[in-house]
């Protein structure tokens, strides 16, 4: 096990995979199934899977899908989108995803966050907190079902989350996401500081130097959309990741 | 039932309807293919076309971004081709088409090699849903060539490539060493007949298809006479030894190699591996083996072992490739076997653009008759 989990997180639309730009124009960049299977063989330690679109729809989780991918990965799958009560969350722990990621749910009702964590277990409960930075540079909470930030403060709010139970704190940058110019390192060592639980950060990550300076910077995982789909210039998609050995040389 | 009679000097046999055997037991497919071979130009003869090409090919690339398009898929033939051309010092940039199929070791093969090669790459996604309806009406039409949605849609994707980029000349790793027995009668349809592909989903296909690209004959002649794109068949350039190369790819270039041909995408495993042979009594294996006979790169006897083997030789593979290949096209067990039980019917059963040029060509005779010229 390497000391800094590296986990590709990917996006859901439409059964399809997307990535996106500042949480816009999702481009199209493969069927779910396959590129599960191909992390798979890659032999990933484990996956984020955010559904992107159904939260915003107000839709529920595809359960024919993500059971479809659960059985293509040996891997660890933790998911997120349009889990709105403890109900929903369980269904999807029967099915075989090992880890639930709330985010809205959570920002309007943080009840959900306990609930899960105490029947499924804090291990099984993952808070995503979206982050978007003002005109002053200052990290606000960005609410993706309302497309609009919010005066909460990420810290204040992972630490919230982290009381009510929540296993681990998945911080996301809206204005990095899919922009490759690395982490917002800032942002990470105030939150990791600040939660005594495990931080996946994510939004940035571009090469195994970004990687490094998000553990750094206190993350205990960083996770990457655009490293390990695309390719080159030309945005050429591509799923890769890099050697284990890479990967253990450079957290050693 | 009585045992297809085979060619005395490949392995190719009556399961090709339009094989004939002369005096000697030998086919016609063979006797072809030495001919081919036989009229190809001297080692000395090649090297000079090849530097002319080459100097071509730089000549009509100078100030653009890249000089050539070369098509890669992960397999050994086109990964060998793109080194070849980066070697010759030309400035490719690498296509890819990925239908939802690739397999890790496509993946690796590719990520891997445009990396060490320092080459560009491009690919065309295609959206999944539209393939899956696309192949799921070939299935439903029990016509022959599946393949030919992936194999056109790849040559509309490495001739947009080329015509963005302003590019000339696509380096394809088609080659003669392997590949030079003609396809026979009836194992495949033209790639470049997208009127058919149309044709097929219109009558069985559910949803409508916005971006999956497919390549038309007229399209072809438009990128080959209008705006003068050349398809290379880059290998025959060079004297192209499969095992050779392989060995090269995966010592210098992090290659991992693939237990049988074209086996890079798990679609074409189980189609090559299982519904041609079950469903269709073709076995593709029979002109790569015999091509390599031919070829003089393996023994009849050693191809012959091979050929006994089962398409598939790992058992556990087979039925996880099933599995998969079911579940991805939304096909349950029962639906499955039903398809594989039909009889199959033939491409002509539907409209077609092939016939559509023959009578161009015609209306051209003609009226080249009535202007006199």
């Known amino acids: ?252 | 039932m009585k045992a297809p009679r085979r060619c005395t000097f490949c392995l190719m046999d009556e399961t090709a309807p339009n094989i004939v055997f002369d005096a000697a037991g030998q086919c016609t497919f063979c006797r072809n293919f030495q001919a081919t071979l036989a009229a190809m130009p001297t080692a000395e003869d090649r090297d000079a076309r090849r530097r002319d090409l080459v100097r071509e090919v730089r000549e009509a690339g100078r100030g653009k971004r890249y000089d050539c398009i070369v098509g890669v898929s992960g397999g050994a033939d086109s990964s060998y081709s793109l080194w070849l051309a980066v070697n010759e010092g030309l400035r490719p940039l690498a296509v890819h088409l990925d239908n939802g199929w690739n397999s890790e070791l496509a993946s690796h093969n590719i990520a891997t090699l445009v990396s060490r090669l320092n080459v560009d790459l491009m690919t065309h996604v295609i959206d999944w849903e539209e393939n899956r309806d696309m192949q799921r009406s070939f299935f439903a039409a029990d016509v022959i060539d599946i393949e030919l949605l992936m194999d056109s849609a790849m040559l509309a994707t490495n001739f947009r490539a080329a015509r963005r980029f302003g590019v000339k000349y696509i380096l394809s790793g088609s080659n003669q060493a392997t590949e030079g027995i003609i396809m026979p009668a009836g194992w495949n349809h033209s790639k470049y007949d997208a009127v058919n592909a149309r044709a097929i989903h219109r009558r069985h296909g559910q949803v409508p298809i916005r971006t999956h690209p497919l390549y038309s004959t007229t399209q072809f002649l438009m990128d080959r006479y209008v705006r003068r794109i050349h398809w290379v068949s880059f290998l025959d350039y060079f004297d192209y030894d499969k095992a050779s190369a392989m060995a090269f790819l995966k010592d210098e270039l992090g290659y991992k190699p693939y237990p049988y041909k074209h086996y890079e995408s798990v679609f074409t495993r189980f189609y090559q591996g299982c519904i041609l042979p079950a469903k269709f009594g073709v076995d593709k294996r029979k002109l790569h083996l015999s091509a390599l006979i031919v070829s003089g790169q393996m023994s009849r006897d050693e191809a012959l072992a091979l050929l006994e083997q089962d398409p598939y030789p790992d058992p556990l593979q087979k039925r996880d490739d099933r599995y998969f290949v079911l579940k991805k096209l939304g096909f349950s067990e029962a639906e499955f076997d039903t398809y594989m039980a039909r009889p199959p019917v033939p491409h002509s059963a539907y409209p077609s653009e092939l016939g559509r040029l023959e009578k161009l060509s015609r209306a051209r005779k003609a009226l080249r008759g009535v202007i006199g010229r």
């Open chain 1, 1 to 252: 096990m390497l000391r800094t989990r590296v986990i590709p997180c990917l996006l859901l639309r439409n059964r399809g995979l997307v990535k996106t730009i500042g949480f816009r124009q999702p481009k199209y960049v493969g069927d779910p199934i396959n590129s599960v299977k191909i992390f798979n063989e890659k032999e990933v330690d484990e996956l984020v899977l955010l559904d992107i679109a159904a939260s915003r729809m107000d839709a529920l989780p595809d359960e024919d899908l993500l059971a479809d991918i659960v059985s293509e990965a040996f891997m660890p799958i933790a998911y997120g989108g349009g889990i709105g009560s403890l109900d929903q969350a369980r269904r999807l722990a029967r099915l075989g995803i090992e880890k639930i990621i709330v985010n809205s749910a959570a920002l309007r009702d943080s009840a959900i966050v306990s609930a899960i964590a105490d029947q499924l277990g804090t291990s099984s409960t993952v808070v995503s907190i979206d982050v978007s930075r003002d005109w002053l540079g200052r990290a606000r909470v960005f609410d993706a079902v309302a497309g609009r930030r919010l005066s909460l403060d990420p810290v204040e709010h992972a630490r919230a989350m982290a009381a009510r139970g929540a296993g681990e704190i998945f911080l996301n940058s809206v204005e990095r996401d899919g922009a490759g110019r690395g982490l917002d390192l800032a942002l990470i060592e105030a939150v990791s500081a600040a939660v005594p639980v495990p931080v996946i950060a994510c939004g940035g990550a571009a090469s195994l130097a970004h990687l490094r300076e998000g553990a750094n910077a206190g993350a205990a995982a960083i996770a990457a959309g655009s490293m390990f789909v695309y390719m080159g210039p030309h945005r050429a998609v591509m799923i890769n990741y890099p050697d284990y050995g890479a990967l253990e040389r450079l957290f050693a």
